[in-house]
């Protein structure tokens, strides 16, 4: 695992007022491939630079300006989101031995919940009429926004009844 330490061998022992832009860049590259870096990690370490130069600068006064507002980022996509096919759902929740758990992984597959928003549901977010079961939520992400969920199958419907 690459940290912060290791910049250390790959600027030397150079005073933080003779690093220039140049030099980062420079390091930035070398440490991604020498390494086989990704793009988000070389820009981990930029920010850590980045971080240091301003401290350099504002409290020990040991530089003018931060090299590092030269240095451009890194360009990458930090999208993380995996979507799964039906048949690689179905491996998943093979493999989940817990049968509650199981349920709950469905319950927010059909739901499209969150894991926070699941563990905050409440018997009072459960509304019916007639044999339609829905409940309402405010959106982690999006407070303002309330949406509300039908509760369509027989697997959701055991998990609000255990709630």
């Given amino acids: 695992m690459l940290c912060h330490r290791h910049l250390i061998l790959y600027l030397d022992k150079m005073r933080p007022d003779t690093i220039t832009p140049k030099k980062i860049h420079e390091t930035l590259i070398k440490i991604k491939n020498e390494r086989n870096l990704a793009p ?12 240091f130069f301003e401290y350099a600068r504002k409290i020990e006064e040991w530089v003018r300006e931060n090299p590092v507002q030269k240095v451009e980022r890194p360009k990458y996509n930090n999208c993380r989101t995996t979507i799964l096919d039906i048949s690689q759902q179905q491996v998943f929740l093979r493999n989940i031995d817990d049968k509650f758990i199981r349920d709950a992984v469905i319950f927010m597959l059909f739901t499209g919940l969150r894991l926070g928003e699941l563990l905050k549901l409440k018997k009072e977010d459960f509304k019916s009429a007639g044999d339609f079961i829905y409940f309402s939520i405010q959106r ?11 509760v369509v199958r027989e697997i959701p419907r055991k998990i609000v009844e255990n709630i």
Wanted: glycine share 4%; proline share 9%; charged share 35%.
């Fill in 40 to 51: 988000r990690t070389v820009d981990y370490l930029r920010g850590y630079l980045h971080r």
């Fill in 140 to 150: 982690e992400k999006v407070p303002e926004l309330t949406t509300e969920f039908p």
